[in-house]
């Protein structure tokens, strides 16, 4: 069919008068007497029919008017894949080797070209027609059988390709339908379970510690100039509610409401979507994106800090009220503070085996190595006051002032460590 249309005008004829009717376009034939022999396709809508003012890169001179094209010639019509991602499942985060196991369907719509499968296009699947159904050949090609037995019809499906998975496997068969036959709009949807690497997955701040989990998915395979997937003419995008038919609250993805992922909490509406350049490719080439959808999540650190670190605090302000016992006829202040130390070395060792084991420091460590720190600073400064009153004669009464300067300081860097771990509790509220 022939097409005469504007060279400045995206509008479709849909193939017919019916068609460019419904969607209230007028279109004018003897604008530029170009004939199109790829049709335009649903997407080209987006942008209205609009004429536009052009301007020279080297007499920067306004163009009133398009220029006149003679000759037969091809217009570049841009097509688009359409993503729709949906969680069911976030798995255990693994912070040492920064993965983490995921469950999730992703659904791709796509228009197919109307001028590939001019023949056997319309199949019937009323009262009376035989069964038909469409069956993946690989990842690239699915055909309508019928009986599941003869090849109907062979249409392209988009490659999916997950980029940071480690390793994956499909759940059941994906599936592919036609969503308008009218349209030429296709759907293909399948299940995936992976373990997905994550990049900069750090625990400098556990256990307050927040992650983006980061989901990403392209079409890699079939992107150069002239392939099937020509990265040019098709632009990945987002589904919209024309392609979800209300089967999803929000039409390009969502997560479900029952995930819950261990040790971890996130705000319910945190899952993004956004398209980024990938980094695959040649280097002379344009860049492709991919989609990565990303769920921030953050620490559930109750137990640390309604267990561990008030009994910590509490720990160091004993040792602080040890300082006066240092002539004391029984025990003495640097043997009390001596049995908190190994207390909380005993505490310490239990502690570390629930912390991540990573080749840094975190946060807990800190707060832990800090306060063993201080016990011991304590203990010396005790021995000090001991030695100066026994060896050089000193006086017991100045020496209080000595105890009472270093238990300012040890009781006001008790409240820095207490103030410094606590400012990051509540950075994102549980609503898991």
């Not at 400098?204 to 392939?227: E, M, S, T, W």
């Not at 995930?259 to 899952?271: A, M, Q, R, T």
């Not at 160091?316 to 640097?334: D, E, K, M, Q, Y």
Request: aromatic share 12%; charged share 20%.
């Amino acid at each position: 069919m022939q097409r005469s249309s504007s060279f400045f005008w995206q509008a479709d004829d849909a193939s017919s008068q019916g068609d460019s009717e419904s969607l209230g376009l007028d279109f004018d034939d003897t604008a530029t007497g170009l004939e199109y022999e790829t049709p335009l396709s649903e997407t080209s809508f987006l942008i209205p029919p609009r004429i536009v003012n052009y301007e020279t890169p080297q007499s920067r001179t306004i163009i009133k008017k398009p220029p006149i094209l003679t000759g037969r010639q091809v217009a570049v019509v841009q097509s688009s894949i359409r993503f729709q991602v949906v969680v069911w499942y976030v798995g255990e985060v693994d912070v040492r080797c920064g993965t983490v196991p995921m469950r999730f369907r992703v659904t791709l719509f796509w228009n197919e070209e109307k001028e590939k499968n001019r023949a056997n296009n319309k199949v019937s699947n009323g009262n009376g027609s035989k069964p038909f159904t469409w069956t993946m050949e690989g990842r690239q090609k699915a055909s309508l059988k019928e009986m599941a037995i003869s090849t109907i019809r062979q249409i392209d499906v988009p490659p999916l390709s997950i980029l940071n998975a480690v390793s994956y496997e499909e759940i059941g068969q994906p599936e592919v339908s036609v969503v308008s036959e009218r349209r030429k709009q296709m759907r293909w949807s399948c299940m995936y379970s992976a373990v997905l690497m994550q990049d900069n997955m750090r625990v400098d701040n556990f256990p307050h510690d927040q992650h983006d989990l980061v989901l990403k998915v392209g079409i890699l395979a079939h992107r150069n100039p002239g392939k099937t997937w020509d990265r040019d003419k098709w632009v990945l995008q987002l589904a919209t509610e024309k392609d979800s038919h209300g089967s999803t609250r929000v039409p390009y993805g969502l997560l479900v409401d029952q995930v819950s992922i261990p040790g971890f909490h996130y705000k319910k509406d945190s899952l993004s979507f956004r398209f980024i350049p990938t980094r695959f490719g040649s280097v002379n080439q344009r860049a492709d994106t991919c989609l990565e959808v990303k769920l921030t999540v953050f620490r559930d650190s109750g137990h640390y800090d309604k267990n561990i670190m008030p009994l910590m605090i509490l720990l160091n302000i004993v040792a602080i009220t040890c300082l006066p016992r240092h002539f004391s006829p029984n025990t003495g202040s640097t043997e009390l503070m001596l049995s908190i130390a190994f207390v909380e070395i005993g505490f310490r060792l239990f502690i570390d085996g629930r912390l991540p084991s990573v080749g840094y420091q975190i946060k807990m460590q800190q707060i832990l190595n800090r306060c063993f720190w201080l016990l011991m600073l304590l203990a010396i400064e005790s021995n000090m006051v001991y030695i100066l009153v026994t060896f050089f004669k000193w006086k017991r009464e100045p020496t209080i002032w000595i105890d009472v300067f270093a238990g300012a300081l040890a009781l006001a860097y008790t409240i820095y460590m207490f103030i410094w771990y606590y400012k990051d509790v509540g950075i994102g509220p549980y609503e898991n």
